[in-house]
Nanobody, 115 residues
Framework: QVQLVESGGGLVQPGGSVRLSCAASGSIFSRAVMAWYRQAPGKQRDMVATITSYGNTNYADSVKGRFTISRDNAKNTVYLQMNNLKADDTAVYYC?????????WGKGTLVTVSS
């Protein structure tokens, strides 16, 4: 069974940093495009960052220069390092795997940016 399990969310002050992790089943991770999405209250789910199995990355304009996506293929884990956080970054963050068109989602982890 495919599983994506996020961790690392919580309450952080504006300007602070947090790192999210997503552990994936080994059967899907190796050739999957991994991504982080987020959904703020009352809003749609939007892409934050993606990373291919080769390490090519893509970011939403709103997080460029502040967030970094990375993956450790040996650990079947993808990370999202978030720096200089703003109140608008408050959302549930979801891990996503796209393996040859089959999509898998984690249950999400809440990040709240507030003083």
């Amino acid at each position: 069974q495919v599983q994506l399990v996020e961790s690392g969310g919580g309450l952080v002050q504006p300007g602070g940093s947090v790192r999210l992790s997503c552990a994936a089943s080994g059967s899907i991770f190796s050739r999957a495009v991994m991504a982080w999405y987020r959904q703020a209250p009352g809003k749609q789910r939007d892409m934050v960052a993606t990373i291919t199995s080769y390490g090519n990355t893509n970011y939403a304009d709103s997080v460029k220069g502040r967030f970094t996506i990375s993956r450790d293929n040996a650990k079947n884990t993808v990370y999202l390092q978030m720096n200089n956080l703003k109140a608008d970054d408050t959302a549930v963050y979801y891990c996503n795997a796209d393996r040859y068109g089959s999509l898998y989602w984690g249950k999400g982890t809440l990040v709240t940016v507030s003083s």
